[in-house]
């Protein structure tokens, strides 16, 4: 699916937002701002469930697509091995990645979301990229002017270095 195609459906189309927390509601303003349409949230948060938020009704993950069985999903959680997770499970659904579900964060990196988020763990002096090798290049392409002495590694798995 052509770039265009997908970001026209983005914004015409019935969205679920999966993940009510700040950054899900970052990226639902700006949908929104844009003339999106947010269906609802889904969030595993059992507290979130039954509410709502930014006048957008939570739901966990069934009942959202129970209400919304042709609705896009849009994955907004700030953690990008999360956000992997879901992505599988929406698979055993029949969603398919980039076509019915989209990852905000790697949304941002292609220009089609503001920079709001980096799918990146930082400390120091070191960068652990995780996810996709496209991903993993093009920040270490745009790292490429800004670093000094920053050791970049990738993994291919959630190596659990998050807080390290």
């Known amino acids: ?12 189309q019935d969205l679920i937002i999966w ?23 889904c969030d595993s948060e ?7 938020i930014l006048d957008i009704p939570v739901y966990c993950f069934d009942e959202a697509y129970e209400r919304n069985p042709h609705a896009l999903v849009v994955v907004a959680n ?3 091995a999360e956000c992997i997770r879901i992505g599988n499970k929406l698979e055993t ?9 989209f990852i905000a964060l790697e ?18 002096r070191k960068i652990i990229l995780l996810g996709p090798q496209y991903l993993c290049e093009c920040f270490i392409g ?14 291919d798995q959630d190596i659990g270095v998050w807080k390290q």
């Open 142 to 155: 745009w790292a490429e002017e800004y670093r000094e002495n920053i050791l970049i590694c990738k993994s």
């Open 1 to 12: 699916m052509a770039d265009s195609e997908r970001n026209r459906r983005l914004y015409t």
């Open 107 to 124: 949304m941002e990196i292609k220009g089609v979301f503001p920079l709001m988020k980096a799918p990146f763990c930082l400390n120091d």
């Open 78 to 80: 700030s953690n990008y």
């Open 93 to 101: 659904y029949g969603f398919i990645k980039d076509k019915s579900y």
């Open 19 to 41: 993940c009510a927390g700040q950054y899900g509601q970052g990226v639902s303003v700006y949908i929104k701002n844009n003339g999106g349409n947010i269906s609802c949230f």
């Open 46 to 52: 059992k507290e979130k469930q039954g509410k709502c």
